[in-house]
């Protein structure tokens, strides 16, 4: 079992900057032995994929519409993982969510992550 808490929501205004953390408690595997994802989900709409990184930290991809303005990052000595958004828009306001998973390489699709966080709400005012 690994707990997953988010962090760092909160609202702004567009082109602003937040830094989104997930910590990660529990017994079991180390939290190295997870992949990490963020997911986000705005109202109304489906789950959409944000970012991964691998385990090490050596691989990280990115959806289309956050590339360049969000990056993921992990610290596998405090057992979190990190996103910096930067270049806010009004339409990356949603519930974002981190994820792990046991898998051996990093995915986009969310249905292969084996924990869920509670979410943090980001909310970005034009």
């Known amino acids: 079992q690994v707990q997953l808490v988010e962090s760092g929501g909160g609202l702004v205004q567009a082109g602003g900057s937040l830094r989104l953390s997930c910590a990660a408690s529990?017994?079991?595997?180390?939290?190295?032995?997870?992949?990490m994802g963020w997911f986000r989900q705005a109202p109304g709409k489906e789950r959409e994929f944000v970012a991964y990184?691998?385990?090490?930290?050596?691989?990280?991809a990115y959806a289309d519409s956050v590339k360049g303005r969000f990056t993921i990052s992990r610290d596998n000595a405090k057992n979190t993982v990190y996103l910096q958004m930067n270049s806010l828009k009004p339409e990356d306001t949603a519930v974002y969510y981190c994820?792990?998973?046991?898998?051996?390489?990093?995915?986009?699709?969310?249905?292969?992550?084996?924990?869920w966080g509670q979410g943090t709400q980001v909310t970005v005012s034009s």
């Open positions: 990184i691998s385990r090490s930290g050596d691989s990280t």
């Open positions: 994820a792990a998973d046991g898998a051996l390489r990093p995915s986009r699709r969310g249905t292969l992550y084996d924990y």
């Open positions: 529990g017994p079991g595997r180390t939290f190295s032995n997870y992949c």
